[in-house]
């Protein structure tokens, strides 16, 4: 791996996306299989990210009742009266086991003028209105801001957010990991297209084992 694409292990940010309950939850309005499945990994990665003092940023999607701030590819199911992390509903809450407490909950008037919402001492929610987590918000500033130059990405469902996500960071000269068993509906065609542009492909153990987080883990991929 040559050195304008190598991880920086002092500089990184953890992105997690989508972990909302109305996508993880069994029998959820919009549940996406597999999801549940990759809570506890992406638990530990917030877990060895947090007493470290780096930054972790939770990137959610909030949709408006109304369908107004919609994608058009769910537009209509909103309007029709779909819950699908409607604004201020329990289902578009983060999973309590990612927050540092179960008490917070998002501050959804906040998050939709684009400003993030700080829930510790270098913990974000951040609100994105499509897909890619850079499109339309202010995550590019917040990270360079913050030095990182190394983005660590997660969460729900890997053809969608994860995905589009990953590509817009790379368009944004950002060294990339993405850690496959903490994300979930990954398959092995996107490993490769993402390792054609660079992307170190890692499992949490292996994350955090070259992270020095916890020098005693195995580090087979």
């Known amino acids: ?22 996508f993880t939850l069994r029998g959820a309005p919009a549940e996406i299989s597999g999801t549940l499945l990759v ?3 992406i638990q530990r990665l917030v877990h060895s990210y947090r007493p470290e003092g780096k930054p972790v940023i939770h990137i959610i999607r909030l949709y408006e009742s109304d369908g107004s701030n919609v994608d058009l590819c769910r537009k209509k199911d909103i309007e029709n009266g779909k819950r699908m992390v409607i604004v201020a509903s329990d289902g578009a809450e983060l999973m309590d086991e990612l927050k540092p407490s179960s008490k917070i909950r998002l501050d959804s008037t906040l998050l939709l003028t684009g400003k993030l919402q700080q829930i510790g001492d270098a913990e974000w929610i951040m609100y994105k209105p499509r897909w890619g987590a850079f499109y339309k918000t202010k995550l590019d500033n917040h990270l360079h801001d913050l030095g990182v130059d190394t983005v660590v990405i997660c969460g729900c469902n890997f053809p969608n957010c994860p995905r589009t996500t990953i590509y817009e960071a790379s368009e944004r000269d950002f060294r990339i990991i993405f850690v496959k068993d903490a994300t979930s509906l990954v398959y092995d065609k996107g490993l490769k297209e993402l390792e054609n542009i660079g992307v170190s492909i890692m499992n949490v153990t292996k994350c ?13 991929q």
């Open 1 to 22: 791996m040559n050195e304008y694409i190598f991880p920086n292990k002092t500089n990184s940010a953890l992105l997690i996306i989508d972990v909302q309950r109305d």
């Open 39 to 41: 809570v506890e990994p």
């Open 208 to 220: 955090l084992s070259w992270f020095d987080f916890n020098s005693n883990t195995n580090s087979t």
